[in-house]
């Protein structure tokens, strides 16, 4: 077994926060763990909890739809969230949910060593680039984290919810691909 596999193993019998006691399934992470490019989400959602995959629902669908626009496709990327399990009724993850669980998505960074980190929404921008991040003005701009490029687009549901942010997340998935065309080796 592999070193992520045997962290996968551990964490999907994790019980070091209360959300442990709502969920079905623990939501590890997917995709290609050798990419040179992770997305960070929130958390899971029902359907994500329901099926132990992350972006499942509907705004999985629209990850998907933006990861075609770049030419991409959820097998060549590694997708993972803050927290591992489900918060009820879809809640923010509280502060010490977010920091019981940040050794499991710390392992997978430290194990896929990801070139470019893009944080989907405010909540992964503010655990994974900085505390403060204002995503309506701070999406798209590049951060350097710890050896990788790190950057925050809005949250998929938000677009869903939101029409209008479509344009931004347009130019920011192109920001996106030029720059996963400099630095990436194997992307593109
Ligand atoms: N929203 C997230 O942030 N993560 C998921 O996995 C699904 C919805």
Redesign the pocket.
């Given at each position: 077994m592999d070193r992520l596999d045997e962290i996968r193993q551990k964490c999907l019998v994790c019980r070091e926060c209360p959300l442990c006691r709502y969920r079905t399934n623990v939501?590890f992470g997917v995709g290609d763990p050798e990419s040179e490019l992770m997305f960070?989400?929130?958390?899971?959602?029902e359907?994500?909890d329901k099926q132990g995959?992350?972006?499942?629902?509907a705004?999985?669908r629209l990850?998907d739809d933006m990861l075609e626009m770049i030419d991409l496709d959820r097998s060549r990327v590694y997708?993972a969230?803050?927290v591992k399990c489900r918060p009820p009724r879809?809640r923010d993850p509280l502060g010490e949910e977010q920091s019981a669980c940040r050794h499991w998505l710390n392992s997978q960074l430290e194990i896929i060593r990801p070139k470019l980190i893009v944080c989907?929404?405010r909540?992964?921008a503010a655990a994974v680039i900085k505390s403060d991040f204002k995503i309506t003005r701070e999406h798209g701009l590049w951060f350097d984290i710890d050896g990788a490029r790190a950057m925050a687009m809005y949250?998929?549901?938000a677009l869903l919810r939101d029409e209008s942010k479509r344009p931004e997340t347009f130019v920011d998935l192109r920001a996106l691909r030029a720059e996963a065309k400099r630095v990436c080796e194997h992307l593109y």
């Open positions: 939501v960070i989400g929130e958390g899971p959602g359907n994500e995959e992350p972006f499942v629902g705004a999985g990850l997708i969230n803050v879809n989907l929404g909540i992964a949250h998929p549901a």
